[in-house]
């Protein structure tokens, strides 16, 4: 027979293993997150209770029940299927995982924060398995434990003693910022319970063990945090960290001596990886460069506020975001035809940045409904007291999302949800929590965060001004497809580019040359205009020399886009010929329709590979003039 709790408990058990097993996959996130509130509901019928639906779970829904406004207003022409279960209206469910923090003692809390402690621990697992596995570990677990053929490889980091190689850490994730923003929510348990495990006397035999090892996984897990370059993630714990301080008073000259080792400590090795690791070199330097060889969010956020500018008061609604992308993106890509490549395959499926996409989506009412929500939380956050550090995540991943929408991956929010549920409810600490309401912290700390969103915003609409020209650049790599700087130097350089001295010979490969015209509005057609280049031989540098010839490789590579297929480009050379240095400027030039043969199904890249080769002297590579369609 079935007893009162029996549902309940269930529910229970179904979270307990959603916070254990969520950072492995996010469907069986979704099974038992989806479980548990199956349960939940079971057990409010078998009591005959109504849920109780506290106002974070009132704005959230709000939030949702905003983007459909708009469609609302265009019944006729509205696809309900794909708006209401393949759009961002399909994640309304998420809200309702909500529910569970009336219902769960404080007891129950405590046992599944010991949960969310045991999925942090896999998701450091599997960030170290990821961190020496040569394949990503999603598709080789699901390729039944092998390698296929076409499935892209993880990032490569270091190699040590020549022998062991690091790589990127993802975990089970696809991509470094979903599992960046996984170690935001989880990792702040471990720090939560290290501090403790110092802070309380324990009179246990094994507590030098216990404590040895919270500290030892508390290092893992900043070492994999580090590694992992989420630079969004990195400074929105920073933020968390300072907004969390607030409420403490902390005695700085106490820990002046320890936080002065460890920032020289810290910057010591920060600019050891930096002069020595091109990929932690390239994270860095993407923090303060306008156009960067990865992210750039400059045109996505001039057509974030095109829309916006349009739509600021009821919004586009729930799954219109890639049309109206693409009706921004349609005459940018007249005006530059270069930039058709790099708009295609940038994700249509949100804004890059939480607070935005949601006001694109839903208008003033989403505004007012996830600023609520952000209040509502802090508050309570705030109330905890002194183990508030477990909820650290929540301001990370709010900070992080004026850089990505983490709110809208699935992989994040699930658990960004789970956290909040593990709050204490209202129904505790009643005293208490009737002192701590009156805190001027508290309205300090939303004030910050408030201002944090209202800067970030300004700050993305400050971006929109960069001109269009200056929106594209023909990428430069070596041999093995890394970043190359003094080729990268040479393109469009008003002088020709100093080569460390005993340079015979070097190598680059320059990539950006459609063999398509196309746009999002019209057929893809073989281009008529040639594809082509200047080489400056003319330009005669002081005590330096130009190099006597150089090999030119037309190169074609195919056009999709790996990080969004999961497969390499395949690229390949149709032609090669050899130049000699003609003291002048050097026209190049290629008609695409000369190598339909080559051609493949659809768009492909006409790149070209260059190797110079000097005699002697003090090298210098030419200056290299080419527009930005390589017209």
Not at 42 to 47: E, F, N, P, S
Not at 115 to 122: E, I, T
Not at 163 to 176: A, D, E, M, R, V
Request: charged fraction near 20%; charge should be positive; glycine fraction near 6%.
């Amino acid at each position: 027979m079935i007893g009162k709790e029996t549902f309940h408990k269930i529910s229970v058990v179904f979270l307990y293993l959603f916070f254990v097993l969520s950072p492995f996959s996010i469907s069986l996130c979704q099974i038992l997150a989806g479980a548990s509130l199956f349960f939940l509901f079971l057990d409010c019928i078998q009591k005959r209770e109504f849920p109780k639906f506290e106002s974070l779970v009132l704005f959230l829904i709000l939030l949702y029940i905003s983007f459909l406004f708009t469609p609302v207003f265009d019944w006729d022409q509205t696809n309900w299927k794909q708006t209401i279960f393949r759009s961002e209206f399909g994640d309304v469910w998420m809200a309702f995982l909500l529910l569970h923090h009336t219902r769960l003692s404080y007891r129950e809390k405590t046992r599944l924060k010991q949960a969310v402690r045991l999925g942090a621990f896999f998701l450091l697992l599997s960030g170290i398995l990821s961190l020496v596995s040569p394949y990503r570990l999603a598709p080789f677990v699901m390729d039944g434990f092998q390698y296929t053929e076409g499935r892209r490889l993880p990032h490569l980091l270091v190699v040590l003693w020549e022998k062991l190689s690091l790589y990127l850490p993802i975990g089970f994730q696809s991509t470094h910022l979903t599992y960046g923003g996984l170690l935001a929510i989880y990792l702040p348990s471990i720090w939560e319970r290290t501090f403790r495990s110092f802070q309380i006397a324990r009179k246990k035999t094994n507590s030098f063990f216990y404590r040895f090892g919270f500290l030892t996984l508390s290092l893992v897990g900043f070492f994999l945090l580090f590694l992992n370059q989420s630079r969004s993630i990195w400074f929105g714990l920073l933020f968390g960290i300072l907004l969390l301080s607030l409420q403490k008073k902390l005695q700085i000259k106490k820990y002046l001596p320890v936080l002065s080792l460890g920032i020289l400590g810290i910057a010591g090795i920060l600019f050891l990886l930096y002069q020595n690791n091109w990929l932690f070199q390239r994270a860095i330097d993407d923090l303060f460069a306008k156009r960067s060889l990865e992210n750039q969010r400059v045109w996505i956020h001039k057509m974030n506020f095109a829309i916006l500018k349009e739509n600021y008061l009821f919004g586009i609604g729930s799954g219109n975001y890639p049309k109206e992308f693409i009706t921004q993106a349609t005459p940018l890509v007249k005006e530059l035809p270069e930039l058709y490549y790099d708009l295609s395959i940038t994700p249509k499926s949100h804004a890059h940045f939480d607070f935005l996409h949601f006001w694109i989506l839903g208008g003033i009412t989403s505004v007012v409904a996830y600023l609520s929500f952000l209040y509502w939380i802090t508050k309570r956050i705030l109330q905890v007291g002194k183990n508030n550090l477990f909820y650290l995540g929540f301001f990370s991943v709010i900070f992080a999302g004026s850089f990505q929408c983490f709110l809208l991956d699935d992989e994040v929010l699930l658990p960004f949800l789970g956290l909040l549920i593990l709050l204490p409810s209202t129904s505790i600490r009643k005293k208490e929590r009737k002192k701590n309401f009156i805190q001027k912290g508290q309205i300090k700390v939303y004030g910050i965060l408030f201002f944090w969103i209202l800067i970030s915003s300004l700050g993305a609409l400050y971006l929109t001004k960069t001109p269009a020209k200056d929106l594209f650049f023909h990428r430069t790599r070596t041999e093995h497809n890394f970043p190359s700087p003094f080729a990268q130097s040479s393109m469009n350089s008003m002088v020709p580019i100093a080569l460390p001295t005993g340079t015979k010979e070097f190598y680059f490969k320059l990539a950006g040359c459609l063999d398509h015209n196309t746009n999002f509005n019209q057929r893809a057609l073989v281009r008529e205009n040639p594809v082509g280049f200047l080489i400056h031989w003319e330009d005669l540098p002081d005590d330096g020399k130009l190099p006597e010839t150089f090999e030119l490789e037309i190169r074609k590579r195919e056009s999709f886009d790996q990080d969004k297929e999961y497969k390499v480009q395949a690229e390949r050379i149709v032609k090669k010929e050899i130049f000699f240095n003609s003291k002048q400027i050097q026209k190049i030039q290629v008609h695409p329709k000369e190598y339909l043969e080559s051609l493949g199904k659809g768009i492909e890249f006409v790149d070209f590979g260059f190797l110079f080769s000097w005699k002697g002297g003090n090298p210098f590579l030419p200056r290299i003039e080419i527009s930005g369609n390589c017209d």
